[in-house]
């Protein structure tokens, strides 16, 4: 089983920057693959950012392509998400998550392990 806290959220205003972690324990984080996801009110999880098991490959949606970028410190068990140019549409719960696979993957239900979600507010 693989445990996974998040912090870093909180309060932004638009064009600022937060940059989330990931914490992870149990099972080997180096066996799998990570991703950012966020749910605003009303609206269903999606995908904010992925990256392979080596962190070499990364995937980003279009709406968060060039402002956000995902990186992991496998030595220290952590997975981060560093968001520039922050809009108020960001806003949301986001979510770290962990694949049992090598490969990039969007889809939520690729993800077997959560974590309990950190705040993102942005304002105008």
């Known amino acids: 089983q693989v445990q996974l806290i998040e912090s870093g959220g909180g309060l932004v205003q638009a064009g600022g920057s937060l940059r989330l972690s990931c914490a992870a324990s149990?099972?080997?984080?180096?066996?799998?693959?990570m991703g950012w996801f966020r749910q605003a009110p009303g609206k269903e999880r999606g995908i904010v950012a992925a990256?392979?098991?080596?962190?070499?490959?990364?995937y980003y949606p279009d709406s968060v392509k060039g402002r956000f970028t995902i990186s992991r410190d496998n030595a220290k068990n952590t997975l981060y998400l560093q968001m520039n140019s922050l809009k108020p549409e960001d806003t949301a719960v986001y979510y770290c998550?962990?694949?049992?696979?090598?490969?990039?993957?969007?889809?939520?239900?690729?993800?077997?392990?959560w974590g309990q979600g950190t705040q993102v507010t942005v304002s105008s």
């Open positions: 998550a962990a694949a049992d696979r090598a490969g990039l993957t969007y889809k939520p239900n690729d993800y077997y392990y």
């Open positions: 149990g099972r080997t984080f180096s066996n799998y693959a």
């Open positions: 990256i392979t098991r080596s962190g070499i490959n990364t």
